[in-house]
C-alpha cells in the first residue's frame, strides 16, 4: 500500500480494459478502486462483442439450417426451419448478465473496491466521483483511464431508437425489419449484415469510400464481397454519403455524392444501422485539471508504455487505455493495454506491440487479420527500403474444411522479401477468427516464413492452410 494514499491504484471506467487492468493490479499486490458511472464490462459485455456474438451465434445457425443445398451434400435432410425473435434475444441479454455478473464477482473476489459513479480527475493522484448519494474524493498514488467509446453518428442523421439506431440498439433485437439500410461496411456492418440477412431480412449497405469494405485487405475484400455480400439480399451503394436520414414509417435517407455532394438518390426503408465508427468517451473527465489536451478527434494521447502525454512528455502518475486512447479500438486491446499500463506502473517496462494484435469479423464465414495489410505493407517497405511479396492458399484444397462443405476462403500472408518476416496474414473462411493467433504470435516474435514452413500441423485441420502458406512463401524464396 502507497503511503498516504486511499489506493495505490484507481481506474476510471470498467470496460474489458479497466477489468483486465484491475484483475492484473490486484495480483501484482495493489490496493485497487474501479469506478464506473453504468454497466460494468462496458460496451463489449453490454452493447457490443458478447450480445453480437450471441445473436450472429443464434442468425448463423438459422442460415446453416436453411442452407438445404449445403446439407445435401452431406447426407443430411431438414425440415423447415423457424426461430423465436424474442428468444434470440433473450439469448444475448442472458448472456450479457451471466458475463457481467462474473465480471464483477471476479473483481470482488480479488479485493477490488467497486464504486458506482461518474469518476473525473481532480487533479495530481486525485479522483472526484459523482455519486447517487453525493460527490465524494479519493487518493491513488496512480490512475488509470478507461472510459471507452461510444458510436459516431454523423451530421443529419436524426436517431429515434427504433426506425433510425445505432448498434447500441440494433443489439436488442426488438423487431427484424424487411428492409434495413446499413451506413457503413466494415466489421460492424458486416456481422449485423450477416444477422439480418440470415433471419430474412433485405439490406442496403451505403459505404462513403470508393470500395466495400475498405479497411480489409484488397483481396479480403474482393473474396466477402462474392462470400458475404453478392449471393445475399444485399445491394450496396459505394461513393455516396447518407447526409439526411430521417425516422419513420418509412425511413427516408438522402444519398449524396462524396465529390459533388449532390442528391443522386432516394431511400425508402424499413430502418436504418449507422455503423459509421466510435468515438472516444473524453469529456468531462477533468483532464484540464493536469494539463492534457485530447486531440482533434477527442482522443487521450498516450505513448507505447499507456502514459498520458501532455505537450509529449509523459504525466506523472496517469494512464490511459482502451478506445478512449484511438490506439486500436478492440475489446483484447484494450485490456493488454491494461496488463501494459500495470506492469510500467510495478516498474517492470512493458509496451505495446500493435502489429501482432489481432480482429476478426464473426460472420459467416469469418474474417481475420493481424499486421499489415499489403498496400500498408509495400508503403512501410518503401520508406524502410526492402520489398514485399505475398502468397495465398485456398481453403478449397483443405482436407478439413472439404469435409466440413466450407471450401470457401483463404489465407493471405504478407512478408519481407529479404528476411522473410511476416508482416501480416489475412483470413477468409471457416474458423478464421481461431486461425489468426498461430500468425499473431509469428509476428509477436518477428518470425520468418522460412522458419515458419517447417513447423508441424496436425491432419487434417484448418491450421494446415496456414502450414501451405508458409510453406509456399519458404519454396518462392528459395527458387527467387
Request: hydrophobic share 40%; proline share 4%.
Amino acid at each position: 500500500m502507497s503511503q498516504g494514499f486511499d489506493y495505490d491504484l484507481a481506474i476510471i471506467g470498467a470496460g474489458v480494459g479497466g477489468h483486465g487492468a484491475a484483475l492484473h493490479a490486484a495480483s501484482c499486490g495493489l490496493k485497487t478502486a474501479i469506478i464506473e458511472a453504468s454497466d460494468m464490462g462496458g460496451t463489449c459485455v453490454n452493447r457490443g462483442c458478447i450480445p453480437s456474438k450471441a445473436l450472429l451465434a443464434a442468425s448463423g445457425r438459422v442460415r446453416e439450417l436453411r442452407n438445404t443445398h449445403h446439407l445435401k451434400s452431406l447426407g443430411i435432410q431438414v425440415g423447415a426451419v423457424d426461430f423465436d425473435r424474442q428468444g434470440i434475444a433473450d439469448h444475448a441479454h442472458n448472456l450479457v448478465s451471466k458475463i457481467r455478473g462474473d465480471l464483477t464477482n471476479s473483481l470482488k473476489r480479488l479485493g477490488v473496491d467497486i464504486i458506482k459513479g461518474w469518476g473525473k480527475i481532480a487533479g495530481s493522484q486525485k479522483v472526484t466521483i459523482a455519486t447517487d448519494d453525493g460527490e465524494r474524493t479519493i487518493t491513488a498514488k496512480d490512475i488509470i483511464l478507461s472510459t471507452g467509446s461510444v458510436p459516431f453518428v454523423p451530421p443529419g442523421i436524426q436517431l429515434d431508437g427504433k426506425t433510425v439506431f445505432t448498434s447500441d440498439d440494433a443489439l436488442k433485437l426488438d423487431w427484424i425489419p424487411q428492409w434495413v439500410a446499413i451506413i457503413g461496411s466494415g466489421y460492424i456492418g458486416l456481422e449485423f449484415s450477416d444477422i439480418y440477412t440470415a433471419l430474412g431480412s433485405e439490406i442496403t449497405m451505403i459505404e462513403a469510400l470508393d470500395q466495400l469494405m475498405p479497411t480489409f485487405d484488397p483481396d479480403i475484400a474482393k473474396l466477402a464481397t462474392r462470400v458475404l455480400i453478392n449471393p445475399r439480399d444485399v445491394e450496396t451503394h459505394v461513393g455516396v454519403l447518407a447526409t439526411k436520414v430521417t425516422p419513420g414509417s418509412p425511413v427516408v435517407i438522402e444519398l449524396s455524392d462524396v465529390k459533388t455532394k449532390e442528391v443522386v438518390d432516394v431511400l425508402e426503408v424499413d430502418a436504418c444501422l449507422v455503423a459509421t465508427g466510435r468515438i472516444p468517451v473524453s469529456k468531462d473527465l477533468g483532464l484540464e485539471a493536469v494539463g492534457v489536451e485530447t486531440d482533434r478527434r477527442g482522443f487521450i494521447p498516450v505513448n507505447d508504455q499507456m502514459a498520458v502525454l501532455s505537450g509529449g512528455e509523459p504525466v506523472p502518475n496517469l494512464w490511459g487505455i482502451g478506445d478512449a486512447t484511438g490506439q486500436l479500438m478492440l475489446a483484447h486491446a484494450a485490456s493488454a493495454q491494461g496488463v501494459a499500463a500495470v506492469e510500467n506502473i510495478c516498474g517492470r517496462d512493458r509496451r505495446m506491440d500493435y502489429r501482432s494484435i489481432p480482429a476478426a469479423a464473426f460472420t459467416h464465414p469469418e474474417i481475420s487479420y493481424v499486421g499489415l495489410n499489403e498496400p500498408a505493407a509495400k508503403e512501410l517497405g518503401k520508406a524502410e527500403g526492402f520489398e514485399v511479396a505475398s502468397v495465398r492458399s485456398y481453403f478449397k484444397g483443405n482436407s478439413k474444411a472439404i469435409a466440413e462443405g466450407e471450401a470457401d476462403g483463404l489465407a493471405k500472408v504478407i512478408y519481407r522479401k529479404d528476411t522473410g518476416e511476416v508482416l501480416g496474414v489475412h483470413i477468409l473462411g471457416i474458423h478464421a477468427s481461431d486461425l489468426i493467433h498461430e500468425a499473431s504470435n509469428a509476428i509477436a516474435q518477428r518470425q520468418s516464413v522460412n522458419t515458419l514452413a517447417f513447423l508441424v500441423h496436425a491432419h487434417p485441420t484448418l491450421s494446415e492452410v496456414l502450414d501451405e502458406a508458409y510453406k509456399r512463401a519458404a519454396e518462392a524464396e528459395v527458387k527467387a
